[in-house]
T-cell receptor, first 115, second 112 residues
Framework: IAGITQAPTSQILAAGRRMTLRCTQDMRHNAMYWYRQDLGLGLRLIHYSNTAGTTGKGEVPDGYSVSRANTDDFPLTLASAVPSQTSVYFC??????????????FGPGTRLTVL | GEDVEQSLFLSVREGDSSVINCTYTDSSSTYLYWYKQEPGAGLQLLTYIFSNMDMKQDQRLTVLLNKKDKHLSLRIADTQTGDSAIYFCAEIPPTKASKIIFGSGTRLSIRP
């Protein structure tokens, strides 16, 4: 089935632990994004990638890192999780970055709780 | 600054029209979007409008754009229980080509 998959669906994590959220798309989209969704704050961009091999910082990058070794995968890593990183994380992809009329396709989300 | 603002909640009676409002700050944005998020799912693009348009209609959906006031609205006619969701207004400011700016979302609930 074409689209974006994320794993895990949900995770409870102890503070200080390292965690990688996985994201894979099979639409051959150039651009990929990671957002976090918090009540009353909407979606905030964490990191993005224009194409494989490049990444950029979004609005709230601190405490997170990403890599884009190939077109399909865009993992998000929390090196040392803190409770403020408790959120729902969405991965998205699009044909390219910043073009007008460009639709972003979203994954189902990962619900992360840091205790 | 960059702020897309929406009210957080809206409750309407089934069969009535729903109107979700949004204000944005970057008047140079050429495209404005409405995304829908159903419970437990990611966002899906519902509709979008070019900045040179005042109105766009697609079946039960009507989008109105007032560029002077930087106001965008989404009207859903004959609201059904399946329309229950969070609706996000979004823009891509030309100066921030790497990202979409989302509003905080409006949770639409339908009462019988």
């Amino acid at each position: 089935i074409a689209g974006i998959t994320q794993a895990p669906t949900s995770q409870i994590l102890a503070a200080g632990r390292r965690m990688t959220l996985r994201c894979t798309q099979d639409m051959r989209h150039n651009a990929m994004y990671w957002y976090r969704q918090d009540l009353g704050l909407g979606l905030r961009l964490i990191h993005y990638s224009n194409t494989a091999g490049t990444t950029g910082k979004g609005e709230v990058p601190d405490g997170y890192s990403v890599s884009r070794a190939n077109t399909d995968d865009f993992p998000l890593t929390l090196a040392s999780a803190v409770p403020s990183q408790t959120s729902v994380y969405f991965c998205a992809s699009s044909d390219s970055v910043g073009l007008a009329g460009n639709e972003q396709f979203f994954g189902p989300g990962t619900r992360l709780t840091v205790l | 600054g960059e702020d897309v603002e929406q009210s957080l909640f809206l409750s309407v009676r089934e069969g009535d029209s729903s109107v979700i409002n949004c204000t944005y700050t970057d008047s140079s944005s050429t495209y404005l979007y409405w995304y829908k998020q159903e419970p437990g799912a990611g966002l899906q693009l519902l509709t979008y409008i070019f900045s040179n348009m005042d109105m766009k209609q697609d079946q039960r959906l009507t989008v109105l754009l007032n560029k002077k006031d930087k106001h965008l609205s989404l009207r859903i006619a004959d609201t059904q229980t399946g329309d229950s969701a969070i609706y996000f207004c979004a823009e891509i400011p030309p100066t921030k080509a790497s990202k979409i700016i989302f509003g905080s979302g409006t949770r639409l609930s339908i009462r019988p």
